[in-house]
């Protein structure tokens, strides 16, 4: 592998941190490394204790070094949480070429145009996506390079965040030696791998339920147009079976991810397994039809919950039905439950690249996929990473990423806010 081959993601769940290798290689992506680590210092999506944050993220990102024999040393990383806000905006500019031909600086122009708008003091701007763009009144444009025009305009989606949560964010990637890349959002990275063009364009919903919190992105004409966080997931389920079953949590827990099924239906009476009693050395023997029980009326209730969100958010009829995503997705019989819920088609995305085929890990090879899309976007296939010569793992600042157009000095406009806290 030369430089500038390799892109890093890092998603830093509630359950787990994962750091995700991607290789780019004659206009070609694969994923070469993964490395996964027990999240420590997470609660419901938010970052609780740094220190042990840290720790979890170092973790991650040794394992997917010794998997692939290179140093990581920055990152793309992925944000997400119920301090997300979308607005729309519109810029325009004019085109400066003396031949008028609209080039990548007019684009980089007209996004910073869209960019300038009102936020309150507490809230910054993480990303800027066009959603069209128009050149003298033709509208409906995907990519305006190489057009000939006067004028250059751009209907983009504002994804905004709480400052708080975001330089909690950064202190904790920049404390684990890591340069902070770019920041991408989880639904918007996860929404370009997972849903097709139709889904995007006839309205679908993207559901990631995660072990602390789950994610609706809704996505309509082609583009992300809500989102949300609802701060209940598998742990909820795992709860629920160590009060059920009396047990400890971490024995909830191993119960579930080997004999959990969310349909009573699909559950086996002749699967049993034995925990011990809270209080007690005894075992208690169960079955699966018995876990069943437990885990399937919490996984109705969360899809309810779903369901009752995206009415909130003013959707009713979206053809293209749900599309699910999360480790939690994983469990057997999440299918049937989501089903009879929604009462809407309803399928399980899972990223199609070899170590990686699980829906717990759509997010990070998400990230990946929307940072390769846009290098692609100015004809660029690399990830600009250069992980081959050893990292440095003293603190270092954090740039945002030079191969594309959005927010641009976030992460320095940050680091200048919050200088006297680092």
């Not at 147009?225 to 701060?231: K, L, N, V």
């Not at 009693?277 to 009326?297: C, T």
Request: glycine share 12%; aromatic share 4%.
């Amino acid at each position: 592998m030369s430089n500038n081959d390799i892109i890093v993601s890092l998603d830093i769940g509630t359950s787990k941190v994962r750091a995700i290798i991607g290789e780019v290689t004659n206009g070609t992506f694969n994923i070469i490394g993964v490395g996964s680590a027990n999240s420590e210092g997470i609660r419901k999506g938010a970052i609780v204790d740094i220190d042990q944050t840290v720790q979890s993220i170092k973790s991650a990102v040794d394992h997917a070094e010794q998997m692939v024999g290179i140093q990581i040393s920055e990152v793309y990383v992925g944000i997400s949480g119920n301090h997300i806000g979308l607005q729309s905006s519109h810029g325009v500019v004019a085109v400066q070429n003396e031949d008028r031909e609209i080039g990548q600086e007019d684009i980089e122009r007209v996004i910073k145009a869209a960019e300038v708008i009102a936020l309150p003091p507490e809230r910054e701007v993480i990303d800027v996506v066009a959603k069209q763009y128009i050149v003298d009144g033709l509208e409906g444009i995907q990519d305006p390079r190489g057009m000939i025009g006067v004028r250059l305009e751009v209907e983009a989606t504002i994804i905004t965040g709480a400052k708080t949560p975001i330089h909690n964010l950064l202190r904790c990637v920049e404390k684990s030696g890591l340069k902070v890349k770019d920041l991408v959002l989880m639904s918007l990275g996860a929404g370009g791998l997972a849903l097709s063009k139709d889904e995007k364009s006839m309205g679908a919903v993207l559901v990631d339920i995660g072990a602390g919190s789950t994610t609706i992105a809704v996505y309509q004409e082609g583009s992300l147009t809500a989102t949300s966080t609802i701060p209940i997931g598998g742990e909820f389920v795992t709860n629920d079976i160590a009060y059920g079953l009396r047990t400890l949590t971490d024995q909830a827990e191993k119960v579930k991810l080997k004999y959990g099924c969310s349909w009573i239906d699909d559950a086996a009476s002749d699967v049993t397994f034995k925990v011990l009693r809270i209080g007690s050395n005894v075992e208690k023997e169960f079955n699966q039809e018995d876990l069943a029980a437990i885990i399937e009326p919490r996984v109705q209730e969360i899809f309810h919950l779903i369901s009752q969100e995206v009415k909130r958010l003013g959707y009713t009829d979206l053809p293209g039905g749900y599309i699910l995503t999360g480790g939690t997705v994983s469990m057997p019989g999440v299918l049937k439950a989501a089903q009879s819920e929604l009462s809407s088609s309803v399928r399980i995305a899972v990223p199609d690249y070899i170590g990686v085929r699980d829906p717990g890990f759509t997010g990070g090879v998400g990230i990946l996929h929307n940072v390769v899309r846009s290098f692609r976007g100015r004809g660029n296939v690399s990830g600009g990473n250069s992980n081959k010569k050893p990292a440095n793992r003293s603190k270092q600042s954090s740039a945002p990423s030079q191969g594309t157009v959005k927010k641009p000095g976030l992460v320095d406009r940050l680091k200048d806010i919050f200088s006297d806290f680092i």
